[in-house]
Each structure stands twice: as structure tokens, then as C-alpha cells.
């Protein structure tokens, strides 16, 4: 979570330089590190993904004849 003053700088950081709003958060992490802030226990990891479990889909039945393929109709 970050501070309203470090989202104040991120967005003057954005106006400054031209930047899009999907920037936001790198503008955010470069205030922080800028003003030598320590990450928060409530921040989002930066590798979130690896976090997700890895499942594998069931196996597909060749000889199911519900998964036939639908004639459209124009």
C-alpha cells in the first residue's frame, strides 16, 4: 500500500514526463525506492504469478459424441 504522498509524487512523476496512466505503478516503485522507502507488508509481490497454482486440463474424449463440432446457419 502506498502513501497518499508517494501517490501524489507518482502522479506529478507521470505529468512530468509524459507518460500513460498504465505506468502508474512503476511510477509508484520508483518514488519509493527514490525516497529510500522499504516495501509493506501489504504490497503486491512483484511476482504474484508464480503464487497460482499450475493445473492440467482433463483429458479430452476423441469418442464423446457431445463434443462434435456445431454447423452455424447463416
Known amino acids: 500500500v502506498?502513501?497518499?504522498e508517494e501517490t501524489n509524487l507518482a502522479m506529478t512523476f507521470i505529468q512530468e514526463h509524459k507518460l500513460p496512466m498504465s505506468d502508474l505503478r512503476y511510477a509508484l516503485k520508483y518514488v519509493r525506492?527514490?525516497?529510500?522507502?522499504?516495501?509493506?507488508?501489504?504490497?503486491?509481490?512483484?511476482d504474484s504469478n508464480s503464487q497460482v497454482a499450475m493445473v492440467e486440463p482433463p483429458p479430452f474424449?476423441?469418442?464423446?459424441?457431445?463434443?462434435?463440432?456445431?454447423?452455424r446457419e447463416l
Open 2 to 4: 502506498y502513501t497518499e
Open 33 to 46: 525506492i527514490l525516497h529510500g522507502g522499504e516495501p509493506t507488508e501489504n504490497q503486491i509481490p512483484e
Open 61 to 71: 474424449d476423441w469418442d464423446d459424441k457431445e463434443n462434435l463440432p456445431v454447423i
